[in-house]
């Protein structure tokens, strides 16, 4: 199998795409545009009921487009049947014929396709050499684990090699350690085939693990489209900021003029405001792992934000503890703390806690709307 060659003629366009179902108060899908290169590993991520299956579904063509377009490789494809768009498509339940062996399984499309017999044992030879089941060709599904049986699944799927693979929620069945596993083998077939795959989660780790670009839906529209670093460090809204990872929001009113978002007595510098929220209420969103722990607040840096707060918990994670802190100005947070260097206090004491304000995101305190600071991780 040869990966695809980058094209920049080539690629799939979602125009303006709404989808409205009778009877329902507002569309599933409204005015949405997505633009994904070739060989993109695409990931459509919320929460359920956020739009992002229905913009697969359509893509794949199971479901009706009720406004605007899809192009693949500048073909418009919203009135095609799914099986004249050329696409892969792999869900959350295998769909495997239990009563034909794996080689039989994957062999199936070709076999519809009318290839030759020589060709197809290839093909199918190739395939499940790329999913490591190369030696399992002559077993029934019930005799595979989950993730092998999925695995059979992304076979099938990419054996006629599809224009793109369309995954929904394909690991969601599985438990955590097939999971990992799984995504490694995904990400691994998209290096090895350079094929355009678009994958649906509602998993943030998931996402932030396996994609290229990530497409954040809301209440049937994107929020914020961008690489999982810039949805990570440079959240656009405030939505995006709580959905993806964790994260501690101190809520104020933005001053331009002196560069700071003021919380109650408090004055946290916000570098690089935008004139447009001088004013009006605003978020400052900071990441457990950008908040520092300190026994007294004279050891904060004089460049610095910090807060007085109480430790409410600490927990153990392995790697890290999660400490939960009760700030001074009524907010609920948590810190990451390393598990080498001990904690400088215990739950129930005081810590003063600091944060680099170029690692923090000043976003609009409402779901939606564009951020007013961003800055590069590490700045």
Request: proline share 6%; glycine share 10%.
């Amino acid at each position: 199998m040869n990966p695809t060659s980058k094209d920049a003629s080539r690629g799939i366009r979602i125009k303006g795409v709404s989808k409205h179902y009778a009877g329902t108060p507002r569309p599933a899908v409204d005015d949405v545009s997505l633009d994904i290169a070739d060989g993109e590993f695409m990931t459509l991520l919320g929460p359920s009921g956020s739009g992002k299956t229905t913009i697969l579904s359509m893509l794949a063509g199971f479901v009706s487009v009720s406004a605007g377009s899809i192009e693949i490789d500048g073909q418009d494809v919203s009135r095609l049947k799914p099986h004249k768009r050329d696409l892969g498509v792999v869900f959350q339940q295998y769909a495997l014929f239990p009563h034909l062996t794996v080689a039989k399984n994957v062999a199936f499309p070709l076999q519809q396709r009318k290839m030759p017999k020589a060709e197809i044992a290839a093909k199918v030879a190739e395939t499940l050499d790329l999913v490591h089941l190369g030696d399992y060709a002559d077993r029934l599904p019930r005799q595979l684990s989950g993730g092998q049986q999925q695995r059979v699944a992304l076979a099938r799927a990419v054996v006629y090699e599809p224009r793109a693979l369309l995954m929904d929620e394909p690991l969601g069945a599985l438990d955590k350690r097939l999971r990992d596993q799984l995504q490694r083998e995904i990400a691994r077939m998209h290096r090895e085939l350079g094929m355009t795959f678009i994958f649906v989660t509602h998993d943030q780790h998931e996402a932030l693990t396996l994609s290229d670009r990530i497409a954040v839906f809301n209440e049937g529209g994107i929020e914020q489209v961008g690489t999982p670093a810039d949805l990570y460090e440079r959240p656009e809204t405030l939505f995006v900021a709580q959905f993806l990872g964790e994260s501690t929001g101190f809520r104020g009113t933005v001053d331009k003029a002196a560069g700071i978002l003021r919380c109650g007595s408090h004055a946290l510098r916000a570098p690089r405001l935008d004139a447009g929220l001088d004013g009006a209420p605003g978020v400052a969103v900071v990441r457990p792992e950008r908040l520092v722990l300190h026994a007294e607040a004279s050891a904060v840096a004089a460049d610095h934000n910090h807060i007085g707060a109480t430790i409410t918990e600490i927990v153990y994670v392995g790697d890290r503890h999660q400490v939960g802190l009760r700030f001074d100005d009524g907010t609920q947070g948590v810190a990451s703390h390393p598990v080498g260097p001990s904690l400088p206090a215990m739950p129930g004491e005081r810590v003063a806690v600091s944060w680099d304000p170029r690692h923090q995101a000043i976003v609009p305190d409402r779901p939606g709307g564009a951020a007013t600071e961003v800055v590069p991780a590490g700045a």
